[in-house]
């Protein structure tokens, strides 16, 4: 059988089997999280804080750091889909924009700077929060007027109220990693 090629061709689809369950589980797992985040803690307004925690940005990074540009970049795109159909963006495709950006950003920063620890996942998420943030706010500002003196204060709440989920989704998301790695 190794001589007829059927053995490689056999390595070849436990491998695309192996590939399929991975990203079949980090999706069933985004969109867990996503419904978490819609059913529990959007209705949740932290006072004092007068913000509710964003899981989605960081979601985004922890992948992309550990997936890599192509694939990081894909799955921050997915994730964006899901969350524009939400319906809760400034602009119609801000977060299909925004987390690709976040995804091939973070993906090439942990390429060159091995950091894919809880630590690198903090500073990660904090890359993520400062773009996502920093489109929003340039949109609010230009088109509707909005104050930047309002905008910032808001977008450092949203952020002190969800950096600690960072932990969690760092864990799961780098066991499931570890678990379908490539031998």
């Known amino acids: 059988l190794h001589h007829c090629g059927l053995r490689s061709g056999g390595n070849a689809m436990l491998t695309k089997k192996k590939l399929l369950t991975k990203w079949g589980i980090y999706a069933l797992v985004m969109v867990l999280l996503f419904a978490a985040q819609q059913l529990f803690l959007d209705p949740i307004v932290l006072s004092p804080m007068g913000a509710s925690p964003f899981l989605a940005p960081m979601l985004v990074a922890v992948v992309a750091a550990l997936e890599g540009p192509t694939e990081g970049t894909l799955f921050g795109t997915a994730a964006g889909i899901l969350c524009d159909l939400s319906g809760h963006g400034v602009f119609s495709g801000v977060y299909t924009f925004s987390f690709f950006c976040i995804a091939l950003l973070v993906a090439i920063i942990a390429k060159y700077w091995v950091m894919r620890n809880v630590f690198g996942s903090i500073v990660y998420a904090l890359i993520a929060f400062a773009v996502i ?45 570890k678990r379908f790695r490539f031998e």
């Not at 943030?133 to 930047?148: K, N, R, S």
């Open 133 to 177: 943030d920093l489109i929003q706010i340039l949109y609010l500002t230009a088109l509707h007027g909005a104050a930047l003196s309002a905008a910032l204060p808001l977008a450092g709440r949203e952020i002190a109220v969800s950096i600690v989920f960072v932990i969690p989704i760092f864990f799961l998301y780098n066991a499931l990693h």
